[in-house]
């Protein structure tokens, strides 16, 4: 990968802390939900209920697609990341503390009130590991997309 792209890519990862993920429902369809974020390099983790619709569906198939962006009143000012990817259950304690370490660390705003760490044995924890990336950057041109597969 361009050293140049991966900076970027990783920029865009530190200023962002929610993504539109979209799991596969058994049926087919897909379903988008927004959840928080948190990166260790270009590795994503995110929790969520571990009987919640995201969860079941990863259970059946790990395929994610995601964005992360932001609004902005000018299209051409549109930039962000499409990610192809795959989302794995952590099944490791000390990676599932590792990502809810990192989890707290994106929103230190959850210390004021202090919000208790979960405890990994009651949430999902899922490790996103990106296939393809496309950066989004409209200031090049209208839809400019530089991709990269992983």
């Not at 087919?28 to 390099?41: E, I, K, L, N, S």
């Not at 990863?58 to 609004?71: G, K, P």
């Not at 952590?90 to 004021?112: I, N």
């Not at 590991?129 to 530089?146: A, C, M, Q, R, W």
Request: proline share 7%; charged share 15%; with cysteine.
């Amino acid at each position: 990968m361009i050293a140049a792209l991966q900076n970027q890519i990783l920029g865009l990862l530190d200023q962002h802390r929610t993504m539109s993920l979209a799991t596969l429902r058994p049926d087919g369809w897909p379903q988008a939900t927004t959840v928080g974020f948190a990166h260790d390099g270009l590795t994503l983790y995110f929790l969520c209920g571990p009987a919640s619709q995201k969860a079941c569906n990863l259970a059946h198939d790990d395929r994610v697609s995601l964005t992360i962006d932001h609004d902005t009143s000018q299209v051409m000012e549109i930039n962000g990341l499409s990610m192809a990817a795959h989302a794995q259950r952590v099944v490791d304690r000390a990676e599932a503390q590792k990502a809810l370490q990192l989890l707290m660390q994106r929103y230190p705003e959850q210390h004021s009130p202090p919000v208790p760490m979960p405890d990994p044995g009651n949430v999902a924890i899922f490790r996103v590991k990106p296939e393809v990336i496309s950066v989004l950057d409209y200031s090049k041109g209208f839809g400019h997309t530089d991709s990269v597969t992983c």
